[in-house]
């Protein structure tokens, strides 16, 4: 009968910007995987968007561990090649990463798994381990190996710890997932008033999944009016709502085809 | 010779007085008693050669309600009766001053009234014979009343002798510090006028009370603040129950989770015994004789369970005359009727149908959605019949049906997102009882019907929980010598059960058809000893599925009362056991190898009376739990055990779960004429070890204390009022500390810390309730203000979180509630 307690949730609903949308702490809120489908045992690009409202400073860490009984899947490769403690540019950091070598039935897609962890400085011990078994080329850290029990002994607040999937296969390249391309339709005014509605069209090319594309909305300020808007025939129109005051904010774009494939687009406006 | 010659005329010269060979307690009135009065009446007794009083007079009076009480204590004295000169036994007249007073007046232990054709029925003798002999009699007064005090446990038989009206017997069972209530209607013999039997049709206990069961009064109930009247809502301010999260209508029985409790129905298992708002009983209370509720401990009749029961139990007395009543408040509206369709039969028909829809769907109707609010309602129809071997045949058809949904569309759009619950159950039963005049007890209760439990996300998938039972429960019982009773009973039910769970959020798909045959049967003799008595039982439990699966529970139990004064003693020990569920069974049928549960539950515990108006009654108890079915979680869980929040045990399932539960618990209550009220306390620490080598860990419904403190006082000129204050620890949650981003599916999932090692706030609500009664010729009119969580507390009932579980937003109580009540009673 507890079951009753998810539909009292249920019966909560309201109008205006979702909380959701509003960025108020560190979050790796994007990872962009280039290509997102690929041969086992061949590299990626990874561009992590990492935002940080508080300006408290963050590190990253970007490790390739696909679980397996007792360990990764990836556990065979060079560290450099799994492991990367990018610097920062901005709110970006990348990394190369090599997918696990896996045998794979034709016309199969698994999915590797990409993990990032941001941290303000000083938090997260393990990065400065991994930055030093990268230095010396040792080990893999142990305590990367189970996320799970690497939060347990975590902060809640400035820490973010993301995952990313990478599709696997042997399918010739044009068959395989691409990321989507986010286009505004107009350009982001540079100024808003306070309180301010705004509709925010975009155009989505997508040439190869289009079926479960949505595009989320995130602010460092004010908020959109849901957290996932529906991606229809290539064009989603997104609502913005200004904050009540004024200020620089920061606005964020992604769009997400469910396969992996994923796009960032980041814009900027003055709330007046 | 000399010597003995002048011993002789010695002797008959110097005649005797009677001696008294035996005292008996006079019942002590009332109202004096609550008033703290004493007195003494001095009385002239004529004695007769036997030994026996045949008159007597008041010669110093100490009022009418005094004398009368000692009046009929006199005649129960038995005297050695006095000497003549000569040695030999004659009649006399003497006097004796018989004394009250509060301190050692005796409990009461049965009383009731004589009921004419015409009205109350005045000095009419009313007699109490026990096993071994003893009897004692009482005089009605004027209203037709009579009473018996200080009656030694175990049966006893009672009767009325009035020339010209039909006679039966039947038997009682006294249990020190339980009044039983005996209504005789004596019907005159009207074919065969110049027979001298008599009818009496006696409203009595009909089995041997459970000796750790507590029960309250239809009065105590109806008019409890915060319990809209409710019987069995009115348990949950009983000592050793817990408040269940949400109070959506469960009872948590000293430690257990309420899957380990059970409800009955005239000892007969029912699916649920709340309406899911947890506001109303699923039958009308009006319709039941008693609520027994049964906290652990308790003996063989009961099984298949780890934690405690209620039993609710039809009244299988027929009406008086035609009565009703017809309530409504703002949550729902109730019929009742009651009516003698026959000499011997008996019509009652009794509804119930919730409001809140009514009011709420024409409003919401129009919207984006479609949602049905929160609705239950249920329906009783009943036929008893007397028959002319004094035995009852007892027909009833209940049901009772709950139902929730939203969804986000029109409801025949299969797409539209949605989700809905529905909670039902129609059953039928007949029951049998028969007393005969020698003591012997039989009752066969016969119930049958389908029940279902629904819950559906649309268009995910549904799950379900349906089944078909029939149970059987017979029971016989005889006397023993001195006092005791031997039961002897078959407790069975077989069920065909349909389930499916097939929400693929929830966990992996399963659909179980199979049957279940339960035919447990039971034994339980009572010996009496002097103050002493024991139950030792057995209750030996097989169960078989049909795929295959079968086991065995063999359950001893045993249960003592001593009587030392006015104190009582108790004690018990026994073996509980409780099966595995069908669809932990069904995994694998027959190569499962799991066992049943089971709960070494012990309890000793003490009442006693605290002068005129207080009462004491204290229990520490301690159980054991071993082999504790484990693993397989998922959501579905919810269907037959709390749903876990946290990491799932997704092992195979192992009877590998260990328990321990330690607690006392304490009811100080309060009974004068005008007020009811009493303090409950219960203090406990219950844990759980899920698998060899885990911690120990609080169980998830472990509340370390529980207080309650209720009242209800007649203020007189129809006017009641009550409050109640409550205050309980907060259940145990699993906190989440971290949560990992899934940039794929844009979601948050928890990472969870230790498994129930954070504590919600407690619970805190003060409620009040006034009532006012006007009362006119033919019916009366009540109404009443149930002011529910008077301070609006806002108490945190389930842990929840936010989106990204940065932040605890804990579901809280209802707020504020005035629940406005009427009702008219005919």
């Known amino acids: 009968m507890r079951i009753l307690a998810p539909l009292l949730l249920l019966t909560a609903c309201g109008m205006g910007p979702s909380d959701e949308t509003l960025l108020d702490e560190l979050r790796v809120i994007g990872a962009v995987i280039e290509p997102p489908e690929i041969a086992p045992g061949e590299s990626v690009d990874v561009t992590a968007t990492v935002v940080d409202p508080l300006e408290a400073g963050m590190e990253l860490v970007i490790w390739a561990c696909t679980p397996t009984t007792g360990g990764c899947a990836e556990d065979r490769l060079p560290l450099a090649e799994r492991l990367a403690v990018p610097q920062m540019d901005g709110n970006t950091g990348t990394a190369t990463l090599r997918t696990p070598i896996v045998p794979l039935p034709e016309d199969t897609v698994i999915s590797g798994i990409v993990w990032l962890l941001a941290c303000e400085p000083g938090l997260c011990d393990v990065i400065e381990d991994a930055r030093a078994a990268l230095a010396d080329d040792s080990g893999f850290p142990d305590a990367l190996r189970n996320p799970v029990t690497l939060l347990q002994g975590l902060p809640l607040t400035g820490v973010s710890l993301a995952t990313r999937s990478v599709g696997l296969s042997n399918r010739p390249e044009s068959e395989r997932n691409a990321n989507p391309v986010i286009t505004l339709t107009a350009p982001l005014p540079e100024t808003v008033t306070a309180e301010e509605e705004l509709d925010f069209p975009l155009d989505i090319v997508d040439d190869t999944v289009t079926d479960a594309l949505v595009a989320v909305g995130l602010t460092t300020g004010g908020g959109f009016g849901a957290p996932l808007f529906d991606v229809f025939e290539g064009r989603a129109d997104l609502v913005y709502f200004a904050p009540d005051q004024s200020g620089i904010v920061d606005l964020y774009v992604i769009v997400e085809d469910g396969d992996g494939g994923s796009a960032v687009w980041t814009g900027q406006t003055t709330v007046e | ?826």
């Open chain 2, 1 to 826: 010779m000399l010597g003995l010659l002048l011993t002789a005329l010695a002797l008959a010269a110097e005649p005797t007085l009677p001696t008294l060979q035996a005292a008996v307690p006079a019942v002590y009135p009332a109202e004096a008693l609550e008033a703290g009065e004493s007195a003494s009446v001095l009385l002239q007794l004529d004695v007769d050669a036997t030994g026996q009083v045949v008159d007597v007079v008041v010669l110093e009076s100490a009022g009418d309600a005094f004398d009368s009480a000692a009046i009929a204590a006199m005649y129960d004295f038995a005297w050695n009766p006095a000497m003549d000169g000569d040695g030999n036994a004659a009649g006399a007249r003497i006097q004796y001053r018989y004394v009250f007073s509060p301190d050692t007046a005796p409990l009461l232990s049965t009383q009731g009234d004589v009921l004419g054709p015409d009205g109350p029925m005045q000095d009419v003798t009313v007699r109490a014979t026990s096993m071994d002999g003893t009897t004692r009699t009482s005089l009605t007064d004027a209203e037709g009343h009579y009473a018996f005090a200080g009656l030694a446990d175990g049966t006893w038989t009672i009767d009325i002798i009035i020339p010209g009206y039909e006679q039966e017997t039947a038997a009682l069972d006294i249990v020190s510090g339980r009044v039983s209530e005996v209504v005789f209607r004596p019907v005159i013999i009207e074919e065969t006028p110049d027979d001298a039997d008599l009818v009496i049709r006696v409203s009595a206990p009909r089995r041997t009370p459970e000796i750790t069961e507590r029960a309250l009064t239809q009065d105590e109930i109806r008019y409890l603040p915060g319990t809209g009247g409710d019987v069995v809502r009115a348990i949950q301010n009983l000592p050793g129950v817990a408040r269940p999260p949400l109070n959506i209508g469960q009872l948590l029985i000293r430690g257990t989770s309420p899957e380990d409790s059970a409800y009955y129905v005239d000892g007969v298992r029912i699916p649920i015994v709340f309406h899911f708002s947890g506001l109303s009983t699923v039958v009308a209370g009006d319709s039941l004789e008693e609520v027994v509720f049964f906290p652990g401990n308790f003996g063989p009749r009961y099984g298949n369970i780890l934690g405690g029961g209620v039993d609710l139990r039809f009244d299988p007395v027929l009406p008086e005359e035609t009565n009703g009543f017809v309530s409504i408040d703002v949550f729902q509206a109730t019929i009742f009727h009651e009516q003698k369709i026959g000499e011997n039969t008996a019509l009652t028909i009794s509804g119930r149908r919730s409001w809140v829809d009514a009011i709420l769907n024409p409003i919401l109707k129009g919207g984006s959605s479609t949602i049905q609010a929160p609705r239950y309602y249920d329906g009783q129809l009943r036929l008893v019949h007397e028959t002319e071997s004094n035995g009852t045949l007892d027909a009833l058809v209940f049901f009772s049906d709950d139902r929730f949904s939203i969804i986000g569309g029109e409801e025949d759009d299969p797409n539209a997102f949605g989700i809905s619950l529905a909670t039902t159950f129609q059953k039928a039963r007949l029951s049998w009882r028969r007393t005969t005049a020698d003591g012997w007890r039989a009752e066969t209760t016969l119930l049958a019907g389908p029940e279902a439990e629904i819950f559906e996300i649309r268009p995910a998938g549904q799950a379900f929980e349906k089944a078909f039972a029939v149970g059987l429960r017979h029971e016989i019982s005889r006397p023993l010598t001195g006092g005791g009773r031997l039961v002897l009973g078959l407790d069975s039910e077989v069920r065909r059960d349909s389930l499916l769970y097939d929400i693929a959020a929830f966990g992996a798909t399963e659909e179980v058809v199979t049957w279940r045959f339960n035919p447990a049967v039971y034994v339980e003799p009572t010996f009496v000893t002097g103050n002493l008595r024991v139950s030792p039982g057995m209750r030996f439990d097989p169960l078989i599925q049909s795929d295959g699966f079968g086991t065995i529970a063999v359950d001893p139990r045993i249960g003592a009362r001593y009587e030392a004064g006015a104190t009582g003693l108790r004690a018990s020990f026994g073996r509980y056991s409780q099966f595995p569920t069908t669809r932990q069974v069904a995994e694998i049928g027959s190569q499962s190898n799991l066992r049943p549960a089971s709960s070494w539950q012990s309890s000793v515990g003490v009442n006693q009376p605290l002068g005129p108006f207080f009462s004491l009654d204290a229990t520490a108890f301690y159980n054991r739990l071993n082999g504790i079915v484990v693993g397989r979680e998922d959501t579905f869980r919810f269907f037959s055990g709390p749903p876990p929040i946290g990491p799932f045990d997704t092992d195979p399932y192992a009877n590998d779960g260990t328990g321990q539960v330690l607690g006392a618990e304490m009811q100080l209550r309060m009974d004068t004429d005008s007020t009811t009220a009493w303090v409950s306390a219960t203090v406990s620490r219950s844990t759980r070890v899920n698998r060899p080598g885990d911690d120990t860990r609080l169980f998830g419904y472990d509340q370390p204390i529980v207080l309650t403190a209720v009242s209800t006082t007649e203020l007189g000129k129809g006017w009641r009022i009550g409050g109640r204050v409550r205050y309980g620890s907060g259940n145990p949650f699993t906190p989440v500390v971290n949560r990992i981003y899934s940039l794929d599916k844009r979601e948050f999932t928890p990472i969870y810390g230790p498994v129930d090692s954070a504590r919600l706030p407690g619970f805190f609500s003060l409620d009040a309730r006034i009532d006012k009664q006007w009362t006119f010729a033919r019916w009366d009119f009540s109404m009443y203000l149930d002011l529910q969580n008077a301070t609006n507390a806002q108490n945190p009932e389930v842990m929840s979180w936010n989106y990204d579980f940065s932040e605890e937003t804990p579901i809280t109580s209802l707020p504020t509630i005035p629940v406005l009540g009427f009702r008219a009673d005919w």
